[in-house]
């Protein structure tokens, strides 16, 4: 089991767009080690810029904390259509410790994806999966809870979270 060390935002990889992968074998190792680090964080969504490596992959299981893990690896994936519906959550991430956002998104995505035997897929996510499909795509375009909401919430948010950086544990 490798537990790979997560990135804290604003390191620059968390801004930065990620590269398709062009062989799932290219990445197998990185996705063994991405779902050992995020059962361990523990999370529901990790994307690869959260451990510094710029590949258009993310993993989720959104559920595993009721019951059995159900790990999803998404390799280049594409949003195909979103609801305009919208819902807001509350969302956390990994690379934003201590600091949870509202965020309004599209109720629903239509996500396609590449999986690791190379075969495509697709399907429609809703609810709180929704919600993570887009937190964690997002991650791939270099974005993250911050460029997601307003400018007013932006800048509290961003307060609190570099006070919380700069008080000691
Ligand atoms: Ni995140």
Known sequence: MTVLQIRAWPDPVLSSPATPVTDPSEVADLVRDMLDTMYAAPGRGLAAPQVGVLARVFVMDTTWKEGTRDPLVCLNPEIIALSDEMAT???GCLSIRGLSLDVTRPAWVDLGWTDMKGVRHQRRF????AACVQHEY????GR???DRVDPEARAAALATYETNLETPR
Do not use: M
């Open 144 to 146: 993250v809870t911050f």
């Open 126 to 129: 809703d609810g709180f999966a």
């Open 138 to 141: 997002d991650h791939l375009d």
């Open 89 to 91: 959550r509350t969302e």
